[in-house]
C-alpha cells in the first residue's frame, strides 16, 4: 500500500522553502518550543484552592489548558516529602539533594501552603547545590511514551547569576537553552522572582537540567509537570505500507533534485517519478520508500528527508511521526 498525506514545509539549507507530502501534519520548524521563563506563583488561577488566588492570574502554568486526555500528565509539588510522581529521576549533588521544608529559608511555590502572600516558606521544595544544578530525566518504559511537554519552576538561587533551562531530545542530544536573570537577593521564602522554565518537544523529551554558574550556591525548584500529548493518527507510518515522499514545485524547482542522493528516515527511495500531486501544472518530484528500510522501530522519532539538487546544494526536511510496527494495534 502506498500512504500520501498532508504538505508539511520543510527548508533547503541556504533557507529556501520546499514542501514535503507524507505523513505529517506539522511544521518541522514548530517542533521544540521553549517557554518562559515566566512569573508563576500557582499551577491554575482558575482551579487553585489558595486564599488570594486572584493574584494568581496571568502568572501560572503554560500547561494548565493543554489536553493530556489521550496521553498522560503527572505533576510534583513534593508536598509529600518526596518526589514520588511516576517515571523521572532526579539528579543532583547527593550531598545536597533532597525535598526540604516548610522552614524560613523554604521556597516553595506561592500556592502550596495554601495562601498567595509573597511567601513560599510554608511549603516544600527541591534543593541542590555545589553545583547548583538538578537534571531530571524520564523513563519511556515506566510511562509508556517519553513527556512531549515538561516544566519546571526555579523558586531561588544566586543573585546576579544567569539561569539556564536545557532540555534533550529522545537520543539524548540537546534541544537548546533558555536563560533568565531574575533571584531578589534573598532567601527567606520570596515568590516574586519565582519562574516557570519549560518545553514541548513532539518526538519526546528524555531529559531537562536547570542550573547556575556560581558553583558555591543552591538551587531551589518546585512544580515539575511533565505529560504527553499524542501525535495526531495522521502522523503514523505503519510498517507494513510503503511511504510516499513529494517535494513540491513551488518557489523550488523539484526537478533539480538528484535521486540518488536522498535518504528518508534512514532508507533509499525505491523509485522517483516527476509528475503533478497539488494541482498547480508543475511537476512534483515523488518517491517511494519501503519502510522495512526505516532506521527506527516503534517509537515517537523524527523522520527526515535529506539529499542534494544536481548542483549539489544540500535539502533537508524533517517531522515528527509515529512508526508503528503492529498495525492491528492502537495505543
Not at 521556597?107 to 547548583?132: C, K, N, R, Y
Not at 509508556?144 to 519552576?153: D, M, Q, R
Request: aromatic share 10%; charged share 20%.
Amino acid at each position: 500500500m502506498r500512504r500520501t498525506s498532508t504538505m508539511t514545509k520543510a527548508f533547503l539549507e541556504g533557507g529556501l522553502c520546499l514542501l514535503l507530502v507524507f505523513a505529517f501534519a506539522c511544521p518541522a520548524e514548530a517542533q521544540t518550543e521553549f517557554l518562559g521563563p515566566s512569573e508563576y506563583l500557582c499551577f491554575d488561577a482558575s482551579t487553585t484552592t489558595a486564599t488570594n488566588a486572584a493574584a494568581c492570574v496571568g502568572k501560572d502554568s503554560p500547561f494548565k489548558d493543554v489536553d493530556f486526555s489521550g496521553g498522560y500528565f503527572h505533576f510534583e509539588d513534593f508536598e509529600d516529602g518526596l518526589l514520588n510522581t511516576p517515571g523521572v529521576t532526579a539528579l543532583g549533588n547527593p550531598e545536597f539533594l533532597s525535598v526540604v521544608g516548610p522552614n524560613p529559608l523554604t521556597d516553595s511555590v506561592d500556592e502550596d501552603d495554601g495562601s498567595i502572600d509573597g511567601s513560599g516558606a510554608g511549603g516544600h521544595e527541591l534543593f541542590t547545590g555545589q553545583p547548583p544544578a538538578v537534571e531530571f530525566t524520564f523513563d519511556a518504559g515506566v510511562l509508556g511514551h517519553l513527556p512531549t511537554h515538561v516544566g519546571i519552576v526555579w523558586t531561588d538561587g544566586q543573585p546576579g547569576e544567569t539561569i539556564t533551562f536545557e532540555a534533550f531530545d529522545e537520543a539524548g542530544t540537546s534541544l537548546g537553552t533558555v536563560t533568565g536573570n531574575h533571584a531578589d537577593g534573598t532567601t527567606f521564602g520570596t515568590t516574586a522572582e519565582d519562574r516557570f522554565y519549560g518545553v514541548i518537544h513532539g518526538g519526546g523529551i528524555s531529559k531537562i537540567r536547570i542550573s547556575d554558574p556560581f558553583f558555591q550556591s543552591g538551587i531551589e525548584v518546585d512544580h515539575l509537570q511533565y505529560g504527553l500529548v499524542p501525535i495526531s493518527v495522521t502522523n503514523a507510518l505503519c510498517a507494513e505500507e510503503n511511504v510516499e515522499v513529494a517535494v513540491l514545485t513551488d518557489d523550488f524547482d523539484a526537478s533539480t533534485v538528484d535521486t540518488q542522493t536522498l535518504t528518508f528516515a534512514g532508507a533509499s527511495p525505491d523509485e522517483c517519478e516527476l509528475k503533478d500531486v497539488d494541482g498547480d501544472a508543475d511537476l512534483d518530484l515523488v518517491c517511494e520508500f519501503s519502510t522495512e528500510n526505516f532506521s527506527f522501530t516503534d517509537a515517537i522519532t523524527e523522520a527526515t528527508l535529506t539529499g542534494q539538487t544536481t548542483d549539489g546544494t544540500p535539502i533537508t526536511g524533517s517531522d515528527t511521526v509515529r512508526f508503528i510496527r503492529d498495525c492491528d494495534v492502537e495505543d
